[in-house]
């Protein structure tokens, strides 16, 4: 089976400080993921500076968080190197074409799409040329939207993930839409996952056991911290056992069970299971009766399946109280 790729969303949650940006990396890197994502904002290409605030964050306006939470080209190399010392692959999502150029000359490996540029056609047809792998978000999409945004990415190459992303912050268990990414898978014959933006890891668990290859996390080193997303993410605890959950439902999925093969259960079957036994002693040639029998522990013994069949046999050997009758017990033919 394919291994579910776990994304550290730290987007701006290090509020501008490539210190704590490169702390976010060799945290999530320690908790498990695979991938480490940013968001690559260039203020004056994406926003008109009067451009509203979301519902949830209405701290600055966004055009001046852009500004001020804003990395150089040179910082963003360093934070990708930062990943490639941590041996975790960095990914940021794009916002323009102007972040696209920026990301190319760093060095990206694939892009992620977020939800709010679904619409945006002409910047994913410029991702796509790029040739690299595309993960999609599909929040605040409908179907229509969600169609035109696919038929533009494979007019160029078909490595594309989609994921099913509900845009609520925090995200309630009833908006997760988990059969929308099992539309998703159908409909366009496409690896699918989940951008979980819920405040536990249950919808993620829930997600890949009906086949999500790809979960997205908000990460952040405490919910305390400044911004639009740190109250929403997980702290680092949590993080290491949303991978640690993966990893084992991956496991439970790869390794079928045989319900026939019981050989492993043969001490636990004689300790737990249950035997025709003798209530009193049994002199040999007695015809047994049904108050003279029951059935207990151990398993050792005669199958409780045969207690009405030993009812009317004559004992072939005397039979002690408080044992286990065995087949030889009543001749040996039931």
């Known amino acids: ?16 400080s490539i210190g704590n940006a490169m702390n976010m990396i060799e945290a999530a890197s ?29 701290g600055e306006p966004r055009f001046e968080y852009f500004k001020r939470t804003g990395f150089s080209e040179e910082q963003w190399k360093l934070l990708k190197k930062t990943c490639d010392s941590h041996k975790v692959e960095f990914m940021s999502s794009v916002f323009s074409i102007e972040a696209v150029d920026l990301l190319e000359n760093v060095g990206v490996k694939r892009y992620k799409i977020p939800s709010g540029e679904v619409t945006n056609l002409p910047m994913l047809r410029y991702v796509a040329q790029t040739d690299k792998p595309i993960i999609l978000s599909s929040g605040m999409s409908n179907w229509a939207e969600l169609d035109e945004a696919v038929d533009a990415i494979l007019e160029y190459h078909d490595n594309l993930t989609i994921l099913q992303c509900t845009s609520a912050y925090p995200t309630k268990y009833k908006e997760i839409g ?38 997205e996390k908000h990460f952040t080193l405490s919910r305390h911290l400044y911004g639009s997303d740190a109250h929403h993410s997980l702290e680092p605890e949590q993080f290491y056992d949303l991978v640690a959950g993966i990893h084992a439902i991956e496991l439970m999925q790869s390794h079928d069970v045989d319900k026939d093969d019981i050989s492993k259960y043969e001490e636990m079957k004689a300790v737990f299971q249950k035997s025709i036994v003798s209530l009193r002693n049994i002199p040999k040639g007695t015809i047994i009766k049904k108050d003279m029998i ?19 046999k004559k004992a072939a050997r005397n039979i002690k109280k408080n044992t286990v009758i065995r087949r030889v017990d009543v001749g040996g033919k039931l």
């Not at 089976?1 to 501008?16: F, L, P, Q, V």
């Not at 496409?190 to 819920?198: A, E």
């Open 178 to 215: 988990l059969n929308i990414m099992l539309e998703m898978e159908e409909r366009y014959s496409l690896p699918v996952g989940l951008s979980d933006h819920s405040l536990t890891n249950y919808s993620a668990f829930a997600a890949v056991t009906h086949g999500a290859v790809v979960i």
């Open 30 to 58: 320690k908790c498990g993921a695979n991938i480490i994502k940013f968001q690559t904002h260039i203020p004056d290409a994406e926003t008109l500076p009067n451009a509203p605030m979301p519902p949830f964050f209405k």
């Open 1 to 16: 089976m394919t291994k579910c790729k776990i994304i550290a969303e730290i987007g701006s949650t290090h509020d501008g």
């Open 294 to 312: 029951s059935i207990k522990k151990p398993g050792s013994g005669l199958h409780p399946k045969f207690f009405d069949k030993i009812i009317g």
